[in-house]
Structure formats: structure tokens, C-alpha cells
């Protein structure tokens, strides 16, 4: 078992390759229990091989705050808030969600990024709205190395590529793809979302019907 602690942070973070039931237990009651400042976390560390890859680390995290994924996003919204470039991202996205409303069920990231959770697949497709683009690509859940997850598409990346039209090292992320259009282009904001919705849903697609479920 490894021991990881962030004390300047207050955060606890217990990775094991396996976990009773009281260890989760315990990791829950001290969430529920202590201070508000302090956040405990329960992760279990697996190893992962996809053909004849090397092995990789593959972390899943078993017990966290209640809270914690609204606190990061909250986060991120305020450090995004007094960006110029903020009530324009703001208009794209209520924009997206009015012509595609399914998507309200994505996480939003700030007013940047928005994800949309794969997880019989332990992926996430993160979207993006920058000053010069929107775009899709390929991530892991929160906590996964990109290794890993290089690591996890390794057998099937030609295909992947070959029918997503991008590769897998892209340096804007993983099979990222975009389209340029300048966010203070606002003619242009209905298309940059109907742009960003389809290749999403081709992602989705793409995505389920080459790699099935995860192993």
C-alpha cells in the first residue's frame, strides 16, 4: 500500500491496489466528518496491458467528497470569470444548449470545456470553445494518465485514425480534431456549435463501435 498525502492542500489521497470495505468506509465517514477544508480520497491502482504494450497504471478512484467534482468545477468557472474572452464563451454555450438541449446532461468546465462522459468506455470527450476554435478529443476519466490511455487505444489506433481523420499524438490532445472560428466572429456562432455537436456525436460513434466495452 502507498501512502500520498498533500498536507499544505489538506488532502489525503490512500492509493492501494485493493480496498476493503471498512477502508472505504473509513475514507467516506472522514469526508463526512471533518472539516469542511480537508478532503479524503480512496484510489485503487490497477495494471493494464493491451496486446503487447507494455504495462501501464490504470487509477480509479473509489471514495472522494461528496463535493469534490463541484468544487473543481466551481473553480474553474471563477478563474475563468474575469477573462475577457468570458461572456462570449458564456453565449456560445447557452447557444449550444438551446439547439442541442441532450447535451445539458455534459459536465461543464469553466466556460471553456465541456465533457461528455464515456464511461462503459473509461473515456471522456472533453469540447472545447477557444478564442480561435472549437474542437473535440479523447481523455481519460479524472485521475487516468494519458499514457494510460495511449497505452488502452494502442491496438486499434489505425482505425481510429484513419476513420476520425486526425492521429492519435495530436499536440492539441488525443485524436483531437477542431475548427477554426474566432470566437468574436458571433455570425459564425450557430455553425461553430452545429460543427462542434456533429463531431462530437461521430466521436461517440466512432469511439463505441471500434473499442466496445472496456476490458
Do not use: C
Request: zero cysteines.
Amino acid at each position: 500500500m502507498t501512502y500520498l498525502t498533500g498536507l499544505a492542500a489538506n488532502i489525503i489521497i490512500w492509493v492501494a491496489p485493493d480496498f476493503r470495505q471498512e477502508h472505504l468506509s473509513a475514507i467516506r465517514w472522514l469526508n463526512e466528518n471533518t472539516l469542511a477544508s480537508y478532503s479524503f480520497f480512496a484510489v485503487r491502482l490497477r495494471v493494464v496491458q493491451i496486446g503487447d504494450s507494455p504495462f501501464a497504471p490504470l487509477f480509479e478512484i473509489l471514495e472522494r467528497p461528496n463535493d469534490w467534482d463541484r468544487q473543481v468545477q466551481q473553480i474553474a468557472t471563477e478563474a475563468q470569470a474575469s477573462r475577457p474572452g468570458t461572456p462570449l464563451k458564456r453565449a456560445f454555450w447557452a447557444r449550444y444548449l438551446e439547439l442541442f438541449p441532450d447535451a445539458a446532461n455534459d459536465i461543464a468546465i469553466g466556460w471553456s470545456t465541456r465533457w461528455r462522459a464515456l464511461p462503459e468506455l473509461q473515456l471522456v470527450l472533453s469540447q472545447w470553445r477557444s478564442e480561435i476554435s472549437v474542437g473535440v478529443f479523447v481523455r481519460g476519466i479524472r485521475g487516468t494518465d494519458n499514457s494510460a490511455i495511449k497505452d488502452r487505444l494502442a491496438s486499434d489506433v489505425a482505425e481510429l485514425e484513419s476513420r476520425l481523420g486526425t492521429v492519435l499524438e495530436n499536440p492539441l490532445g488525443l485524436l483531437a480534431t477542431r475548427w477554426l472560428t474566432p470566437l468574436t466572429d458571433e455570425s459564425q456562432r450557430d455553425e461553430a456549435a452545429r460543427w462542434l455537436h456533429a463531431a462530437t456525436e461521430r466521436y461517440v460513434s466512432v469511439l463505441r463501435e471500434v473499442l466496445g466495452e472496456a476490458n
